[in-house]
C-alpha cells in the first residue's frame, strides 16, 4: 500500500494503519454529514423556498411568476395581521416576563429546604407533560363563562361576578398569556431550582459574614448567579411563544373574531386553508425576522459576555 | 396480439403474453381508482362504502384516501401537496369555485364521454351543471345538495314560550324576546367564522334579496357592498347576537344543534347536515323538531354541493376506473344512500324521493321552485360564490363586526368594499 497521495495531515501512524488512521479521521464527518446533509436541505433550503415563495404571486400552489416585494405590501396593508402581531407582542412579552417571575418566585420558595420539596415539585412541573391541545381545551372550559369560573362564583351566590374574557374580544388574548403561563412556568421554576442548587454555598456564607439580610444575598448574589438560567429560559420561552400555535387552535380558535390570532395561526390560515401561499410565506419570512431580531443581539451579547467573563 | 406489426424481441412478447393473460383473466380492465374524500363520520363512512362496493363490484379496485378533520382543510392541504409532486389521486373532494382553479391549472381530466352517454345535461339542473364544468367540459360529478337556509327548532319550546315558529325577520327578533323571557337561549349558535358567516349571508338574504345578495356576495360589485341596504343587512345580523348566549365561543355546530335537542335553546341557523344530528337523536322531522327556511329566506334556496372532481389520469384501465365511478356517482343507488345518510337531497331532481323525509322533500321542492324563481343561490359561506381568498377576507369583515362591541355597520360594509377590491 503506497502513502503517496498528498495529504496534508501528518500521518505519523506505521503504513499499514494509515486507512484504519484516516478513517477514524474522516469518521465524525462521516457520520454527521448525512444530518448536516439532511438540515441544510430541510431546514435552511426550505426557509430559502419560503423566501423564494413569497416573492411570487403563488396562491393555491406554488408558482414562480415574481411580484417583487407586493406580498409583503399586502400584509403591511392587512389588518389582521397588524392584530397578529401586536398579539405576538402582548402574549410573548407578559408569557416570558411572568414566566420568568413566577418561576423564580416558586424556585426560591421551594429552595428553603422544606419538607416534601420533591412532591410539589412534580406537581408544578407536571403540566408541562401535557400537551397544549390538552391545556387549551381545559382552560376553554374553564373560561367559558357558562360552565367554568363565572358560573362557579355565580352558583356560590355572587351574582355579579364576571369572568369573560374568553368571549371579549379585547381580552381575549390574555387568556392565551394564563394557560401558557400554567403550563410553563413549573418548567421554569424547574431551570432556576437547578440554578439555585448550583450555586457555592460559600458565596452566600461571605455575603451572610458581610452582613447582608436575605432579600439583598437574593437580590445581589444568587439572582446575578443566575444569569446563565435566565439566558436559557429565555430562549426557551420566547420559541414557545412565537410559534405558539396548537394553544391558540384549541383555547380561543383565533377568536372570537380574530382577536387572539397569533403570526403562526395567521400564516396557517392564509398559505393552507385560503390558497394564499405567496402572502403566507411573507408572514412567515416576517416572523423569522423577528425571532432573528430578538435571538441575535441576545446571543450575541451573551456568548460575548460569557467569553470575556 | 395481433397489433403488434414490428418485428418482435423475446422480451417484448414475453411482456405481451403476460398482459394477455391478465386481459383473460378478468375479462375487463380493472383499473384503480383513488378517492380522496372526508366523509368520515359514522353515516358519511358508510355512505362512501356503499360507493365503494358499487365501484368493486364493475371490478375496479378502490383505493380509500380518506383524511378526516377540518371540515376539509387538512385533506386539501394533502391534495395540493400531492399534485405538486405530480401524483394526485384520481378523485378529489373539491367544490365550488375551487373546481375552477384546479381546473385553470391543467390538472382535471374531461368527463363529457361519461356526461354524454348517461345524458347529464338532462338530468342536472343547469345551476348545478354549471358548477361541475370548466371551460365547458364536465371535470367533475356532483353528489349531493345541500341547503344552507334552513332553521331548525324545537317545538316544545316554542310551545312554552308562547310563540310560532317565525317567518320574518321581525316575529325572529319578536320571538326570541320571548323565548328569553320564558328562559331559554333563543339561538343556539357557535362562535366560529364559519358559522358567523352562515348565519349573516342568511340575514343579508332576509334583508335584501336574491339580486342583492347576488350582487354582493357573488359578484362583489364595490357600490353594493358600500350600499345602505348592505349597512341595513349588517344591523340585523348584529341584532342576532342579542339572541345567543354567553357560552357560544368556539363551540362546533354539532353542540349548538344538541342545545336545541335538549331543549336549552329553541332555535339554530345551520344547512341540513343538522339534520344528521336530529336523527341521531331519534327525532322524528315535524313532530320532535321542527324545520323551516330561515326567517325572510322563503324564496332562496343557498346551495352547497359536494361533488368529486377528477385528476387526468394516464393508464387506460384506470381512466375507465374514474369514469365508471363517475357514472355510479350519479345513479340513483348511490345518490339514495349517500344523501339519505347525509340530510341532503340528490343532485338529480328526477328520482323518487318517498323515502326522504319531509324535510329532505320540502328542500327539494324549494330547490325545483327557486330554480325556476331564480332564487339559487350560491352559498358564500360554504365556499361555493366565491374564491377561497376573497371568502376569507370576507369571514374576517363579518366575524370581528360581529364579535367586536365598538364596530359600527358603516364601517364594516366600508371594509367589505376594501376587501372586494383588494383581490380585483
Redesign the interface.
Known amino acids: 500500500m503506497s502513502t503517496v497521495t498528498t495529504s496534508t495531515r501528518p500521518v505519523d501512524a506505521a503504513p499499514g494503519r494509515t486507512a484504519a488512521a484516516r478513517l477514524q479521521a474522516w469518521l465524525p464527518r462521516l457520520v454527521l454529514s448525512p444530518s448536516i446533509a439532511i438540515s441544510l436541505f430541510f431546514v435552511y433550503g426550505f426557509m430559502l423556498w419560503t423566501f423564494i415563495l413569497s416573492l411570487t404571486s403563488s396562491?393555491?400552489?406554488?408558482s414562480y411568476e415574481f411580484v417583487g416585494f407586493a406580498q409583503y405590501a399586502?400584509l403591511m396593508?392587512n389588518?389582521?395581521w397588524w392584530v397578529a402581531a401586536t398579539n405576538l407582542g402582548i402574549f410573548g412579552g407578559l408569557f416570558v416576563i411572568i414566566c420568568l417571575g413566577l418561576g423564580l418566585l416558586l424556585a426560591i420558595l421551594l429552595d428553603q429546604r422544606i419538607r416534601q420539596e420533591g412532591a410539589l415539585r412534580t406537581i408544578y412541573l407536571y403540566p408541562m407533560a401535557l400537551s397544549f391541545i390538552v391545556t387549551g381545551v381545559v382552560w376553554?372550559w374553564l373560561l367559558?363563562?357558562?360552565?367554568g369560573i363565572q358560573a362557579m362564583v355565580r352558583g356560590w351566590g355572587f351574582e355579579s361576578f364576571t369572568f369573560?374574557w374568553?368571549?371579549d374580544?379585547k381580552m381575549s388574548i390574555y387568556t392565551l398569556v394564563i394557560a401558557a403561563v400554567w403550563q410553563a412556568s413549573g418548567f421554569v421554576m424547574a431551570l432556576f431550582l437547578a440554578g439555585l442548587r448550583g450555586i457555592d454555598d460559600s458565596i452566600i456564607k461571605a455575603a451572610q459574614l458581610d452582613g447582608a439580610g436575605l432579600p439583598r444575598i437574593y437580590w445581589r448574589v444568587v439572582i446575578p448567579c443566575l444569569r446563565p438560567v435566565v439566558f436559557s429560559a429565555v430562549m426557551i420561552l420566547s420559541h414557545i411563544a412565537i410559534k405558539s400555535f396548537d394553544l391558540v387552535v384549541a383555547l380561543?380558535?383565533g377568536?372570537?373574531?380574530?382577536?387572539s390570532d397569533l403570526p403562526a395561526t395567521f400564516m396557517y390560515?392564509?398559505a393552507?386553508?385560503?390558497?394564499?401561499i405567496g402572502l403566507g410565506s411573507a408572514s412567515a419570512m416576517l416572523m423569522l425576522g423577528g425571532v432573528l431580531a430578538i435571538l441575535i443581539p441576545y446571543l450575541y451579547s451573551e456568548l460575548r459576555s460569557r467569553k470575556h467573563g | 396480439m395481433c397489433a403488434f406489426k414490428q418485428p418482435l424481441t423475446l422480451r417484448k412478447t414475453l411482456l405481451g403474453l403476460a398482459v394477455a393473460g391478465t386481459l383473460g383473466a378478468t375479462q375487463a380492465q380493472a383499473g384503480d381508482v383513488e378517492v380522496l374524500h372526508w366523509w368520515t363520520s359514522g353515516g358519511e363512512a358508510r355512505a362512501a362504502n356503499v360507493l365503494k362496493e358499487l365501484v368493486e363490484e364493475e371490478g375496479h379496485h378502490w383505493e380509500d384516501f380518506a383524511v378526516a378533520g377540518g371540515g376539509g382543510?387538512t385533506a386539501?392541504?394533502v391534495l395540493?401537496s400531492r399534485?405538486?409532486s405530480g401524483n394526485p389521486p384520481s378523485a378529489a373532494q373539491i367544490k365550488g369555485p375551487?373546481i375552477q382553479?384546479?381546473g385553470d391549472?391543467g390538472l382535471l381530466g374531461s368527463l363529457d364521454d361519461v356526461a354524454e352517454s348517461e345524458g347529464w345535461d338532462e338530468k342536472l339542473p343547469g345551476v348545478v351543471a354549471n358548477v361541475m364544468k370548466h371551460d365547458g367540459q364536465y371535470v367533475a360529478v356532483p353528489v349531493n345538495v345541500h341547503r344552507v337556509n334552513w332553521l331548525w327548532a324545537n317545538p316544545e319550546v316554542l310551545e312554552e314560550a308562547g310563540v310560532a315558529l317565525p317567518t320574518t325577520l321581525d316575529e325572529m327578533f319578536a320571538a326570541g324576546e320571548a323565548i328569553r323571557e320564558a328562559g331559554y337561549v333563543p339561538l343556539a349558535h357557535g362562535?366560529?367564522?364559519w358559522q358567523d358567516a352562515t348565519v349573516f349571508e342568511t340575514v343579508l338574504l332576509a334583508t335584501a334579496g336574491n339580486d342583492f345578495y347576488r350582487r354582493t356576495m357573488v359578484d362583489l360589485d364595490p357600490e353594493a357592498l358600500g350600499s345602505e341596504q348592505m349597512i341595513e343587512a349588517l344591523e340585523n345580523f348584529k341584532r342576532m347576537r342579542e339572541l345567543m348566549?354567553?357560552?357560544?365561543?368556539?363551540r362546533d355546530w354539532n353542540i349548538a344543534t344538541s342545545m336545541v335537542i335538549s331543549g336549552k335553546a329553541a332555535m339554530q341557523l345551520m344547512g341540513d347536515w343538522a339534520k344528521g344530528e336530529f336523527t341521531a337523536a331519534g327525532l322524528e322531522p315535524g313532530k320532535d323538531y321542527l324545520c323551516a327556511p330561515a326567517p325572510g329566506t322563503e324564496h332562496s334556496f343557498t346551495f352547497n354541493i359536494d361533488s368529486l372532481a377528477m385528476f387526468r389520469v394516464s393508464e387506460e384501465a384506470d381512466q375507465e376506473a374514474q369514469h365508471t365511478l363517475a357514472r355510479l356517482v350519479l345513479e340513483p343507488e348511490f345518490q339514495k344512500t349517500f344523501n339519505l345518510a347525509k340530510g341532503s337531497i340528490p343532485a338529480r331532481p328526477d328520482l323518487d324521493m318517498s323515502e326522504f323525509d319531509q324535510c329532505a322533500q320540502k328542500s327539494l321542492e324549494d330547490f325545483q321552485r327557486t330554480a325556476d324563481e331564480g332564487g339559487l343561490v350560491p352559498s358564500m359561506a360554504h365556499g361555493m360564490a366565491v374564491?377561497?381568498?376573497v371568502?376569507?377576507a370576507i369571514f374576517?369583515v363579518v366575524?370581528?363586526?360581529?364579535?367586536?362591541?365598538d364596530m359600527s355597520a358603516e364601517q364594516a360594509a366600508q371594509?367589505m368594499v376594501s376587501a372586494a377590491q383588494?383581490v380585483m
Do not use: C, V
Open positions: 396562491r393555491m400552489l406554488p399586502r396593508e389588518e389582521r376553554k367559558n363563562p357558562g360552565l369573560d374568553l368571549i374580544p380561543t380558535g377568536g372570537p373574531g380574530y382577536s390560515t392564509h393552507f386553508t385560503r390558497a394564499q | 382543510e386539501m392541504t395540493k399534485a405538486m375551487e382553479e384546479w391549472l362562535g366560529q367564522a348566549d354567553d357560552g357560544m365561543s368556539g374564491r377561497s381568498d371568502q376569507g374576517d366575524t370581528n363586526f360581529f364579535n367586536s362591541p371594509r383588494a
